[in-house]
């Protein structure tokens, strides 16, 4: 699911700048579709907090957080004229630490 509202919250920039250059209108189906997998992220957090794994609740926290902030600053047309290869850093930098967060979750899952 990470790495599903990873690709949506990037289409939503996509058609976001699209918009915005005026070449086409806005279509919020990506970023709607990006909301839904946020709050499916935030579920299982809830998931994860309920069975005591707080490693896997925080990366899944720390990740919808992450991407509800990329939404919200999608609506800024300064924020969409910033590079994306700034923009790609970030993505990538969220999606290590919730790797790495993840590898923490799991090693402390006893077998």
């Given at each position: 699911m990470?790495?599903?509202a990873g690709i949506l919250v990037v289409h939503a920039r996509l058609d976001a700048r699209i918009a915005l250059r005026?070449?086409?209108?806005?279509?919020a189906q990506y970023r709607r579709a990006?909301?839904?997998a946020v709050s499916m992220l935030l579920a299982g957090a809830v998931a994860m907090l309920m069975l005591c794994r707080w490693w896997l609740a925080l990366a899944?926290?720390?990740?919808?957080?992450?991407?509800t902030y990329d939404l919200r600053r999608q609506q800024n047309a300064a924020e969409?004229?910033?590079?994306l290869m700034s923009v790609g850093?970030?993505?990538l930098t969220l999606a290590t630490i919730y790797a790495l967060l993840l590898v923490a979750?799991?090693?402390q899952i006893p077998n």
């Open positions: 990470q790495a599903t005026g070449k086409a209108p806005e279509n990006a909301f839904v899944l926290v720390l990740t919808a957080t992450g991407y969409l004229q910033r590079p850093r970030q993505a979750g799991l090693l």
